[in-house]
């Protein structure tokens, strides 16, 4: 640490990203990408901007309004235009909401990792709350406290669905509820309905994960216009220009095209529910999801589960702490790449015996 950095670096603990690799043949089903390519429309779109061909040239700045992408998702959701807010990703629009809303913030104790660490950036007080036994975020243990309430649902790394009752539940305190719904588009109901009837309600969503464009980099925020304001009165603060023209264009094409959307979130829902029954099969318990990743435990300790399938090119995720020690958690991919860990699993197993 430099003797000009603030004080609070010190003790910060940062948001460990899951490991990028090339290595060939590697089995990647560690960091909850989706195992499909973007919509057909996306490549194309892609590809005509690798001509240069576009009415808005590469050499220009990008629209700092992203009208076309706003009024896209406006249409899709089917609310107002000024209850959409688009950034550089979910994790922007999340600093975002931290910077304007968080002097306090109340969120999960296992959840996703940035939570605790933009807390201690942007709002100086973080309150983390245990989950349930069974993993799950009960509702009633955000109710006697005060400030900004963040979940994630589906919640990551456990992937459950806490359902719309509970975001009421949440949502009944009075106060300001952001819920990221990055995994949302794989069987859990979204909460985005209800930014009609509720001024405390941000739903917070991403192009990453059920869109195929975790590489482009496309967040957003729907909710009440007067949140939605104080969003982008921070955006156009510090980078106004935050979301490229090629992403913008690429996020377009993708909310066109509904039946290939579709059809890749049902691929990869089918698949995690057979993959969850063929780890039971093999003695491993396997939580509820309505996420695009399983976490699981079984007769292998997680930290061991996990660097055997490493030797073997298989990457999964493993978060040394309590009380997820014993679990490691494991993106969806292709039933080909699905058989592939199985395999390697039975090995694991029978080395062990």
């Known amino acids: 640490m430099s003797r000009f950095a603030k004080k609070?670096?010190?003790n910060m603990e940062p948001y460990t990203p899951g490991e990028q690799s090339d290595v060939p043949g590697l089995v990647k089903l560690n960091t909850n990408e989706n195992p499909y390519p973007p919509a057909p429309g996306v490549r194309r779109a892609m590809a005509y901007w690798g001509t240069f061909r576009t009415q808005k040239p590469l050499n220009r700045y990008p629209d700092p309004s992203c009208g076309p992408l706003i009024k896209t998702l406006a249409s899709y959701y089917?609310?107002?235009?000024?209850?959409?807010?688009?950034?550089?990703?979910s994790d922007?629009?999340?600093?975002f909401a931290y910077m304007a809303f968080g002097e306090k913030v109340i969120c999960p104790k296992i959840s996703y990792g940035f939570y605790p660490v933009f807390g201690e950036m942007f709002s100086g007080e973080v309150r983390e709350i245990p989950l349930t036994k069974d993993?799950?975020?009960?509702?009633?243990?955000?109710?006697?406290?005060?400030?900004?309430?963040?979940?994630?649902?589906?919640?990551?790394?456990?992937?459950?669905d806490m359902g719309i009752e509970g975001i009421e539940k949440l949502l009944s305190y009075g106060r300001l509820v952001i819920v990221d719904e990055a995994y949302g588009d794989m069987g859990s109901e979204s909460a985005v309905p209800l930014t009609g009837g509720y001024d405390n309600l941000l739903v917070v969503r991403t192009f990453s994960k059920g869109r195929s464009l975790a590489g482009m980099r496309v967040g957003y925020a729907i909710?009440?216009?007067?949140?939605?304001?104080d969003i982008n009165r921070i955006k156009f603060s510090f980078n106004p220009y935050s979301l490229d023209s090629v992403a913008m264009n690429a996020a377009v094409e993708s909310v066109k095209d509904e039946k290939y959307f579709r059809e890749t979130l049902d691929k990869i829902v089918r698949t995690r529910q057979w993959f969850a029954g063929e780890m039971e099969a093999l003695g491993f318990e396997v939580l509820p999801s309505a996420a695009n990743f399983v976490m699981t435990s079984g007769p292998v300790p997680g930290r061991e589960y996990f660097e055997k399938l490493r030797e073997r090119n298989i990457l999964i995720r493993y978060f040394d702490k309590?009380?997820?020690?014993?679990?490691?958690?494991?993106?969806?991919?292709?039933?080909d790449e699905m058989k592939k860990l199985l395999e390697a699993t039975k090995e694991i197993l029978n080395e062990s015996r």
């Open 8 to 10: 609070f670096l010190e």
């Open 78 to 89: 089917n609310v107002e235009e000024n209850m959409v807010a688009v950034g550089n990703g």
């Open 92 to 95: 922007e629009i999340l600093a």
């Open 135 to 160: 993993f799950r975020i009960d509702p009633d243990d955000y109710a006697d406290d005060e400030g900004t309430i963040i979940v994630a649902n589906p919640n990551a790394p456990t992937g459950r």
């Open 223 to 229: 909710g009440h216009r007067e949140l939605i304001e």
């Open 322 to 335: 309590d009380p997820i020690r014993d679990y490691v958690r494991i993106t969806i991919g292709t039933e």
